[in-house]
């Protein structure tokens, strides 16, 4: 292996969930089993089924080794990127050259699987402060330091020893609640961005699993058209056998 080889990142689409896993090999490395050992924590390598494409047909070793395999499954990384950053997933069809790698799982695939677990878009619930922060102003009432204390009595003793008028005492108040206030603007603005973030990361794995969908519709109807000709081969030899 030479010093100075970079790794070959692959990305492989979970049909079942919609994550994307990113898988770092070497180009000695880049087989199917050792991709299955990878994604081994995801589903188990016993109920895995991989499918490369278009045309979706389950890889092998000198497959994924192709440069040109590999050129085509970037520019399916590329193009779901771009595709994401514009909001407009599934706006690609599927024959840009691009080519896609997604694992299913059989147990996700058979009629006892389980239920999908509910799809939870935090945050549900959002904490709202009760109080407000410290106030960058310093009001005569809150506590005061040795040499703010200096400073105040020198200004009692320029004609200011008077009781607070009542405008400094409103004022005081209504910064108080400004500030409550600004605290929880900001608190709901950030549990906003949360939830945009959680609802775009849904979005794409949604849109992971209607391409998947789509690979596994047509790796089925291509072994259809394959035993329906097969059928039509037979029946004819068969029509001139008799």
Do not use: W
């Not at 409550?180 to 973030?197: E, N, P, Q, T, Y």
């Amino acid at each position: 292996m030479a010093g100075n080889e970079q790794p070959v990142r692959i990305r492989v689409l979970a049909a079942s969930s919609g994550v994307c896993y990113n898988i770092s090999l070497f180009s000695n490395e880049l087989t199917v089993n050792n991709i299955r050992r990878q994604l081994a924590g995801a589903v188990p390598p016993q109920d895995q089924i991989l499918l490369l494409g278009p045309p979706y047909k389950v890889p092998k070793d000198a497959t994924l080794r192709s440069h040109e395999i590999l050129s085509s499954l970037r520019l399916g990384d590329e193009e779901d990127a771009r595709d994401f950053s514009q909001g407009t997933p599934l706006s690609t069809t599927e024959r840009t050259g691009a080519k896609r790698l997604f694992i299913f799982s059989k147990q996700a695939l058979s009629e006892a699987a389980p239920e999908p677990l509910p799809c939870h878009l935090e945050p549900m619930q959002l904490q709202l402060p009760s109080q407000p922060d410290p106030s960058p102003v310093v009001f005569q009432s809150q506590p005061q330091t040795q040499q703010q204390h200096q400073h105040q009595q020198q200004q009692q003793h320029s004609n200011m020893n008077q009781a607070r008028e009542p405008l400094h005492q409103a004022l005081e108040v209504y910064e108080r609640r400004f500030m409550l206030h600004l605290c929880r603007g900001r608190a709901l603005a950030d549990g906003a961005d949360l939830r945009m973030a959680a609802c775009r990361t849904c979005v794409e794995e949604q849109a992971v699993m209607a391409r998947a969908l789509r690979a596994a519709v047509s790796n089925l109807s291509d072994h259809r058209n394959a035993a329906a000709r097969t059928r039509t081969e037979f029946a004819s030899t068969f029509a001139l056998d008799t």
